[in-house]
Antibody
Framework: EVQLVETGGGLVRPGSSLKLSCATS????????MNWVRQAPGKGLEWVAL??????????NYAESVKGRFTISRDDSKSRVYLQMNTLRDQDTATYYC??????????WGQGTLVTVSS | DIVMTQSPFSLAVSEGEMVTINCKSS????????????LAWYQQKPGQSPKLLIY???TRQSGVPDRFIGSGSGTDFTLTISDVQAEDLADYYC?????????FGSGTKLEIK
């Protein structure tokens, strides 16, 4: 059974940093593209970042709203994907979902972790 | 960036009826290389994570009831739910995965009368 479990969310001040982690199991992590998608309270879905597999040289792509502030990474030996978030803003407040890409885009989702940026 | 325009914002139907949700992209999502449309549909029930229903415009994800039908090509796409059930109460989103940045539609709220 495919499982994705996000951790690391919490309440932080504007300008601070936070690192999210997603532990996965039930599939071959190393050859799977992984993503982060977020959803602000009561709002729609927003793609945040994608990291491809080793066969695609771990290419990463980002939404314009987080480019230069967020970094997606992965550890294939631990079957984990991460999202390092720096210089956080109020607008980054959202539930962050870890998602797996296969067989279609965002085919599997974790339960999400809530990040609240507030002074 | 590709803009996804989704309609309607909300709709209310009775059980057993059929609904259609539309999604229009600002650029074609049809790949000339493999003739696939890079459009997906998601369902998000209250308090739950989203769930993939349809990808490549019309391919149903494993386990999704055949009441959910995706259609369309190029820039115009439709999600049809036939014989709506109470359990279909949810928000529905389209997504283009043709090019980065990946972009979602604004969502459609389906209510059951």
């Amino acid at each position: 059974e495919v499982q994705l479990v996000e951790t690391g969310g919490g309440l932080v001040r504007p300008g601070s940093s936070l690192k999210l982690s997603c532990a996965t199991s039930g599939f071959t992590f190393s050859n799977t593209w992984m993503n982060w998608v977020r959803q602000a309270p009561g709002k729609g879905l927003e793609w945040v970042a994608l990291i491809k597999d080793k066969y695609s040289n771990y290419e990463a792509n980002y939404a314009e709203s987080v480019k230069g502030r967020f970094t997606i990474s992965r550890d294939d030996s631990k079957s984990r994907v991460y999202l390092q978030m720096n210089t956080l803003r109020d607008q980054d407040t959202a539930t962050y979902y870890c998602t797996r890409w296969y067989p279609g885009p965002f085919a599997y989702w974790g339960q999400g972790t809530l990040v609240t940026v507030s002074s | 960036d590709i803009v996804m325009t989704q309609s309607p914002f909300s709709l209310a139907v009775s059980e057993g009826e059929m609904v259609t949700i539309n999604c229009k992209s600002s650029q074609s999502l049809l790949s000339s290389g493999n003739q696939k449309n890079y459009l997906a549909w998601y369902q998000q029930k209250p308090g739950q994570s989203p769930k993939l229903l349809i990808y490549y415009a019309s391919t149903r994800q494993s386990g999704v009831p055949d009441r959910f039908i995706g259609s369309g090509s190029g820039t115009d796409f439709t999600l049809t739910i036939s014989d709506v059930q109470a359990e279909d109460l949810a928000d529905y989103y389209c997504l283009q995965h043709y090019s980065s940045p990946l972009t979602f539609g604004s969502g459609t709220k389906l209510e059951i009368k």
